[in-house]
């Protein structure tokens, strides 16, 4: 089978907008939205050729660049690999030089775009941020929801309430109140049985690898609008997230934890090579801080996760 390596760009604005492409109508997928970008030519190095199709198709100069995902995806005729990097800065005025429509679209809003079914990992991770904030266990509620309420005002996008010691009556009251605080400012990943779904339809749902491993067969179960997760450890349970169709999940442990001593940990090499085989955003979780993102972004991950390391109060 013909392979192909692409190199594709998730451009931001200064307000955050992302710039996506409509392909013509006279080519593979004509018509449907994409993130611009172009071929990478044999013996040609990522950023180079992402620098050389950026400028040729929009008429712009990279300035800063950084990998964001790749994605393995395979057409009936050839195996493409999407070699994805974030673009925050460049000059010159974005146009479609070879009479390609532009949209400056908002993250929130890539999913009502028509895209390639490759594309779909590309708009999960342009909606994510690069760092994901745990809860702590044991807190009283008034301290997790203050933790909260600070966390967003210090600009965490990403939160999930994990409250595993706590009654179902009081974590469902507890995230009533935390959906409160993120409306508008941070998306909440809820965890629970399935049978809350529809109690909280503006929450994401973050699955156990215990879930992941009864429910996967299933399928989603809730539409592509909403954030679906999961816990993963192994390359079983990636394997699972997939059949399963999630958005994101969490890969861990990459350190040795003080929440979960003598538990083997996969080390920085593994987990690289486990995120090479997903498709999928991964934020890397376990003995890691908010300043391991960049060494993150390297080993292909979104970015990092974390509980104490990321607890603002």
Avoid at 31 to 43: A, H, M, Q
Avoid at 114 to 143: K, M
Wanted: aromatic content about 8%; overall charge negative; charged content about 20%.
């Amino acid at each position: 089978m013909k392979r192909v390596h692409v190199a594709a760009a998730v451009i931001r604005g200064g307000d955050g907008r992302v710039l996506i492409a409509r392909r013509p109508d006279d080519k593979h997928q004509g018509g449907l939205w994409e993130f611009p970008g172009g071929k990478v030519e044999e013996g040609e190095a990522v950023q180079v050729a992402l620098a050389r199709e950026l400028h040729e198709e929009l008429g712009i100069v990279v300035e800063k660049a950084r990998p964001l995902i790749q994605v393995h995806h395979d057409y009936p005729d050839k195996h493409v690999l999407l070699d994805v990097w974030e673009v925050s800065a460049f000059t010159g005025e974005p146009h479609g030089a070879e009479g390609q429509p532009l949209a400056w679209v908002s993250p929130r809003e890539l999913p009502g775009y028509d895209f390639p079914a490759a594309n779909d990992p590309i708009v999960h991770a342009a909606r994510l941020p690069d760092r994901y904030l745990i809860t702590p266990d044991g807190l009283e509620p008034q301290v997790l929801l203050q933790g909260i309420r600070a966390a967003v005002a210090n600009g965490f996008r990403l939160i999930q309430l994990r409250a595993p010691n706590m009654f179902s009556p009081e974590y469902r009251d507890l995230a009533v109140d935390a959906m409160g605080l993120c409306a508008g400012k941070a998306q909440l990943m809820l965890k629970g049985p399935l049978e809350w779904l529809g109690d909280f339809p503006a929450a994401g749902w973050h699955l156990t690898a215990e879930q992941l491993r009864k429910y996967a067969a299933s399928g989603r179960p809730f539409p592509k609008e909403r954030l679906l997760a999961a816990s993963c450890h192994s390359a079983e349970e990636l394997a699972l997230a997939t059949q399963m169709g999630v958005d994101f999940v969490t890969l861990s442990p990459v350190q040795p934890t003080e929440s979960h001593p003598g538990e083997p940990a996969l080390g920085w090499e593994a987990a690289t090579s486990l995120i090479a085989g997903f498709n999928q955003p991964v934020f890397l979780l376990g003995g890691v801080a908010p300043q391991d993102v960049e060494r993150a972004w390297q080993a292909g991950a979104q970015g990092v996760a974390g509980i104490r390391a990321f607890w603002p109060v």
